[in-house]
């Protein structure tokens, strides 16, 4: 026989046997243990889509789950139960018996040829299995293919840290609901599972507050301008048109959003710095009520007004940490103003820091006597702070890491150094992110189970379009995902860049801009490290 003419019958065979070769397992973050099997699984117009037990969030999970089914394979799913689950089926199902060693956010997923079972302890745990199925099909006709190849394969899977985040800017910059859904949505494919919305800051207020309405009326709004400095000095006869907020209504719906797709929204309200948009619309705020920041920390009136918008905060956002900020305070104001000082003698404080340290711990007793949990940029540290508030390490500096550690707080890891996104690329800025161990050497193992995770940062000073937000966020958080999720031994970043090549390609899919792997050092605005 000629060679071609058995290469035909060899393809016609395979084509006939379904026994053409699999593709490889490709999915970011990569899975703690992968065991290929032979085979592969059709997702095609006859898979029936079924949902065993659900536990208490049934509707919620079967309807985020075929959501996702619709959108991403681009056909409606047949629909069954657990005992339809038979030939050409995918069953999601809540393990009756506790599945041990995966916890609360992991699963197990099994691809045969006829059947598909993803299980797991929780609805988190299934909404992962669904990520990492939609994953392994191809990609190459997802646009308008009737059919998708999985291969065969078990997966255990779970993640490596449980705080695994991304921060959002909206004060600089506003970005509306639609694209803020659309971020979280992506960061859900890649099982980040916290969102923390910078949501105040100089250049605009953007959360409903009903006793303070002028916050939204008025501070919620600046200058319509394209130079880099969008905010100081306003001429009196510039309009002040540019900006928005979002209505309660709007919270919640983003909120719940973000909750069905694994994410908790932890929302910053920065107090008692970056405070010009809410000092603009209430100068009492300020110290002689001058108008310039920070916040007066001797003035009760001061102390009552922010007690009061968390408290409208706590009744939009349910997850129980909730963020002061405290970053780049001007403290030095304080040392001019005679409200300030006579706290400062009152409570027996020695300086401006252990002021700032005194407020927030005052507010960390409102949140603990709500039931909620404190977060604080790292500044928070400086003046002495309770060892039960939450700290985002962001200076870089590993004597403040230490000093968080020895004093309780819980750490998650964002420094300057490589989690923030809105600093100018190069080609070894992923490398470093992936690669480099952030953990201070001198960290006990005690003091080491303190760190809840990372998270991204992205301010949006020099980011004043959606296009741009995405390129500065892709692919680096795609690496910041498998470096949060992925055990450490796991990691290599070669294959990693690998992997990620095929990635791409589904962000084209899902209309993401990013920043292309070869594009080498960005310059820019965006270079500029101040906030
Ligand atoms: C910060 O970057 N100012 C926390
Ligand atoms: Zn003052």
Redesign the pocket.
């Known amino acids: 026989m000629k060679k071609t003419t058995t290469l035909i019958i060899l393809l016609a065979a395979a084509v006939m046997f379904g026994c053409q070769k699999p593709r490889a397992i490709v999915v970011i973050p990569e899975p703690v243990e992968i065991t290929p099997k032979s085979g592969q699984f059709t997702i095609d117009s006859r898979t029936t889509l079924c949902f065993g037990n659900l536990g208490a969030e049934a509707s919620e999970t079967s309807k985020i789950i075929r959501e996702l089914y619709e959108q991403y394979f681009g056909m409606r799913p047949n629909l069954g139960d657990a005992e339809s689950a038979k030939k050409r089926s995918i069953l999601f199902s809540v393990s009756e018996k506790e599945i041990k060693g995966i916890g609360s956010e992991g699963y197990v997923l099994r691809v045969r040829p006829n059947r598909i079972v993803a299980e797991a302890n929780t609805a988190a745990g299934l909404f992962y299995a669904m990520q990492t199925l939609m994953q392994m099909a191809g990609t190459d006709k997802l646009a308008d293919s009737k059919s998708f190849a999985v291969p065969c394969a078990v997966i255990t899977d779970y993640p490596r840290f449980g705080y695994r985040g991304a921060h959002l800017d909206v004060s600089r910059h506003f970005f509306d609901t639609a694209f803020v859904k659309k971020y979280i949505d992506m960061l859900a494919f890649y099982k980040i599972n916290k969102f923390h919305w910078h949501l105040t800051d100089d250049h605009g207020w953007r959360v409903q507050t009903d006793q303070y309405p002028e916050l939204t009326r008025v501070g919620a709004w600046r200058p319509e301008r394209t130079s880099w400095d969008t905010l100081h000095p306003v001429r009196p006869d510039e309009p002040m048109t540019y900006g928005g907020f979002y209505t309660k209504e709007q919270i919640r719906d983003i909120v719940h959003y973000a909750a069905v797709r694994g994410i908790d929204v932890v929302p910053e309200m920065d107090f008692p710095g970056h405070s010009l948009a809410e000092i603009r619309c209430y100068p009492w705020l300020s110290c002689h009520g001058d108008g310039i920041e920070p916040l007066c920390l001797g003035n009760d009136r001061v102390l009552d007004f922010c007690k009061k918008v968390f408290d409208e905060v706590f009744d939009l956002f349910p997850y129980e940490y909730v963020e002061i900020g405290g ?2 305070v001007i403290r030095e104001r304080w040392s001019g103003c005679e409200l300030c000082q006579e706290r400062i003698r009152k409570e027996g404080l020695a300086d401006v820091a252990q002021l700032q340290a005194w407020f927030t711990r005052e507010m960390e007793k409102h949140f603990n006597a709500q039931g909620r949990k404190m977060v604080g ?1 790292d500044e928070i540290l400086d003046g002495g702070v309770s060892p039960t508030a939450t700290v ?1 390490w ?1 200076r870089s500096d590993p004597v403040t890491f230490k000093k968080a550690a020895v004093n309780g707080n819980e750490i998650i890891m964002c420094p ?1 150094t490589h989690c923030y996104f809105d600093y100018a690329q190069d080609d070894q800025t992923m490398r470093h992110l992936y690669e480099d161990n952030l953990i201070p050497e001198t960290l006990t193992p005690d003091e080491r189970k303190l760190i809840k995770g990372m998270q991204a ?1 992205i ?1 949006c000073e020099f980011i004043p379009t959606e296009s741009r937000m995405q390129t500065m966020v892709f692919p680096r958080a795609i690496a910041l995902a498998e470096k949060t999720w992925t055990p450490m031994e796991a990691h290599d970043f070669e294959d990693f860049v690998a992997r990620l090549k095929d990635q791409l390609g589904r962000l084209d899919i899902m209309g993401v801009d990013y920043r292309p792997l070869d594009a080498g050092l960005t310059v820019g605005f965006n270079t500029i490290m101040f ?1």
């Open positions: 970053d780049e940029w985002n962001w300057t940062n301010w906030h």
